[in-house]
């Protein structure tokens, strides 16, 4: 069983279009992060949230603690956001001398048409 | 900013060989992150650092791999012995402030170890 799933795993979308990927998890959380993988590997962190809603330009993050779940908007979409889209949790185990554990899903391959 | 450093880009190596990926975080950055990713199992973390202390190592995959740093701006990921199984994209990733790891976190461009 995964500890993170994301969906949709392709989406393939035209330019201008409103896009939607999804996240849902089944551990607690600390926080919850955003990932872009471009085309030639390099990964950026995108939102870092815990709580609420975050926006940077296009891009929106949402987080659901109750329901766990969290989703990353972007709004007119562009050929430039076609990138691999990863989720990943971080969830703090109640034994104070571990650490934090990471989880990651398998990401969203988003593929926008000009 | 440099951003986080790290060498080499790109490591072939055989089977059986010691390999040694290199990263430099950034400047002020206090903890540090080493990740894996491959094509069966995407993203994995692997060990991280926070003071140049490791808190989590649990996703070193085995006593073959090993990982140290020994001051605020260097960090080693070391595999001895190689085996072809480990052929991956190694990230390091940096973030600041703190010791809390929930911070937004810098990555690096990656080392592509290939292992024949």
């Known amino acids: 069983k995964n500890e993170v799933e994301q969906s949709p795993q392709n989406l393939t979308a035209q330019e201008g279009e409103f896009i939607t990927i999804n996240c849902s998890y089944s551990v607690g959380i600390s926080a919850l992060h955003w990932l872009q993988q471009h085309p030639g590997g390099g990964i950026v962190s995108l939102f870092m949230l815990s709580s609420g809603k975050k926006k940077h330009g296009r891009l929106i993050a949402t987080i659901n603690i109750q329901e766990k779940h969290s989703s990353l908007h972007i709004t007119a979409s562009h050929p430039r956001d076609s990138a691999v889209y990863i989720c990943?949790?971080?969830?703090?185990?109640?034994?104070?001398?571990?650490?934090?554990?990471?989880?990651f899903g398998t990401g969203t391959s988003l593929t926008v048409i000009p | 900013d440099a951003g986080v450093i790290q060498s080499p880009r790109h490591e072939v190596t055989e089977m059986g060989q010691e390999v040694t990926l290199r990263c430099k975080p950034i400047?002020?950055?206090?903890?540090l992150f080493w990740y894996r990713q491959t094509m069966m199992r995407g993203l994995e973390l692997l060990i991280y650092f926070n003071n140049n202390v490791p808190i989590d190592d649990s996703g070193m995959p085995e006593d073959r791999f090993s990982a140290k740093m020994p001051n605020a701006s260097f960090s080693t990921l070391k595999i001895q012995p190689s085996e072809p199984r480990d052929s991956a994209v190694y990230f390091c990733a940096s973030s600041y402030p703190g010791t809390d790891p929930t911070y937004e976190q810098y990555f690096g461009p990656g080392t592509r170890l290939t292992v024949t």
């Open positions: 990943a949790v971080i969830h703090r185990p109640l034994l104070s001398n571990t650490g934090n554990q990471f989880y």
């Open positions: 400047s002020g950055h206090n903890s």
